[in-house]
């Protein structure tokens, strides 16, 4: 979460995200990113933070928008 506020309406791409989870290259997969994002997604969402979604961005990766 700290890397998408620290850089506002960038693109963090798939490898960029699977570097900040320590998911080795052998075991990275879309699907694993994607489920840790979710759970961010819901973490959000029962704590109640409002004004910001996380998108996905088709074949590039996610971004942290303004709501």
């Known amino acids: 979460m700290l890397k998408f ?9 798939y490898y960029e995200i ?8 052998e075991n990275f997969s879309l699907w694993a990113i994607s489920k840790r994002i979710q759970r961010l997604r819901e973490t959000l969402d029962k704590q109640g933070v409002g004004g910001y979604k996380i ?13």
Do not use: M, T
């Open 5 to 13: 506020l620290e850089n506002p309406q960038k693109v963090l791409d």
């Open 18 to 25: 699977a570097d900040l989870l320590k998911i080795k290259e």
């Open 55 to 67: 998108q996905n961005v088709r074949g590039q990766g996610f971004i942290l928008s303004n709501v």
